[in-house]
């Protein structure tokens, strides 16, 4: 099957992930209908529906843009009205429209909260729910939610757990729905990045040093056209991975996604999937412990150079278990940087909690400081996670 001819209706579309389904859909000659709010430039994200139309039309493709906040009902309804009008009806909803705060239960106001429960969560109910109607007359329909799987490992909930709880809510929409709308032949599922995927938002809150560790929303999108060209009889109620769908279809060689082809095996593993190793410290001793940290934080000072203190611009704090002196820092922000035994002077922009061996796995790089920080081994400023790296592959001989 091709996308030829087929209306996707997308939400979020005008940047990111969902305009690249669109445009990968264009290819085909798909019929697109970008959902989404920005019909003004934003002051620090660029793009609108109006332009991303333009590309989507350029690629290939019939586009409609309308605007549309997924929290409002009569604006989604609007713009399925206007789908069906213009093409004749639906055939495939992608509900990619999200909002993303990974701060802890006190960090998160409830403002912020109920922004993520009504994007994430009700919008792709609602958006779901108003185009169904429309879905049943398609030949082949789907619903594609950009959401995780449903993985209840409790590492998951207690960083960000509101975010967990808004994500979760689009994963049980599909789970949900697949059964619900089976016997309609309709296919409900997920789709959700291996590795952090560079976009413009993600550089905005990471900075651009992040695409380093990222793909590009390429491997996404190819993954959904995938799913999306499968008979959905057949194929519902999946929680769909990218890199094991494009896997699966033959592409074996992934290094072209990366935003950088020379760093393609250290990326950043995305939340949700239980990727990244916890070391066990095992019947350590107290003397063992002591004699580890003194080796690697000498290592560490020998390696601090001015170069790194102005490309980094962080302070640290690591909180080690079973040892006598269990809090050490790393400052790479302040002169020419240090480290030693106790708290840093100023306030840490990371804190990184372990036992020594799981520390000695990180200055050797069995694991990725970023990669901790998305199952709460680390605490604090995401984009100071991912500078640590850089530190780190100097200390790994």
């Known amino acids: 099957m091709t996308l030829a001819g087929r209306t996707l209706f997308i939400t979020g579309a005008t ?3 969902g305009k690249a389904i669109g445009l990968r859909a264009a290819k085909d000659g ?14 620090k994200l660029p793009g609108t529906i109006y332009t991303a139309a333009e590309e989507i039309e350029a690629a290939g493709g019939k586009c409609l843009p309308c605007v549309v906040d997924v929290r409002e009902e009569q604006q989604v309804q609007d713009a399925v009205n206007a789908a069906v009008k213009q093409f004749g009806g639906i055939d ?3 509900n990619n429209a999200s909002a993303i705060s990974l701060t802890d239960t006190l960090a998160t106001d409830m403002k912020r909260y109920d922004l993520m429960q009504s994007i994430n969560a009700r919008g792709t109910f609602l958006v779901s729910k108003l185009c169904l109607p429309h879905l049943k007359k398609s030949p082949n329909p789907h619903i594609l939610n950009l959401s995780p799987p449903l993985n209840m490992s409790k590492h998951w909930f207690r960083p960000h757990v509101a975010y967990t709880i808004a994500k979760y809510g689009m994963s049980m929409c599909a789970l949900g729905m697949a059964e619900e709308f089976a016997p309609d032949g309709i296919a409900v599922n997920t789709l959700w990045p291996k590795t952090v995927i560079f976009t413009a938002a993600i550089e905005m809150l990471t900075g651009s ?18 799913i999306l060209t499968k008979p959905s009889r057949s194929c519902t109620g999946n929680f769909f991975v990218d890199e094991e769908v494009v896997k699966a279809e033959g592409i074996k060689d992934l290094t072209h996604y990366a935003c950088d082809p020379s760093n393609a095996h250290g990326l950043m593993p995305d939340p949700f999937l239980d990727e990244f190793p916890v070391a066990d410290s095992g019947s350590q001793t107290v003397e063992e412990g002591n004699a580890a940290i003194n080796k690697v934080f000498t290592a560490i000072q020998n390696n601090i150079s001015p170069a790194y203190v102005q490309n980094v611009q962080s302070v640290y704090l690591f909180k080690i278990k079973g040892v006598e002196d269990g809090l050490w820092y790393l400052d790479l922000k302040n002169g020419n940087g240090s480290c030693g035994k106790g708290k840093p002077e100023g306030k840490a922009d990371c804190t990184i909690s372990m036992d020594y061996k799981s520390l000695l796995d990180l200055v050797s790089g069995k694991w990725k400081p970023s990669a901790a920080f998305m199952t709460g081994k680390v605490a604090g400023d995401l984009q100071a996670a991912m500078k640590l790296e850089k530190f780190v592959e100097s200390l790994k001989n």
């Open 92 to 94: 495939i909803v992608v």
């Open 30 to 43: 798909a019929n697109v209908v970008i959902a989404a709010k920005s019909a003004k430039p934003h002051p």
């Open 209 to 226: 040093e992040s695409a380093r560790f990222a793909r590009k929303p390429d491997i996404v999108s190819d993954a959904a056209y995938f």
């Open 15 to 17: 940047r990111g992930i």
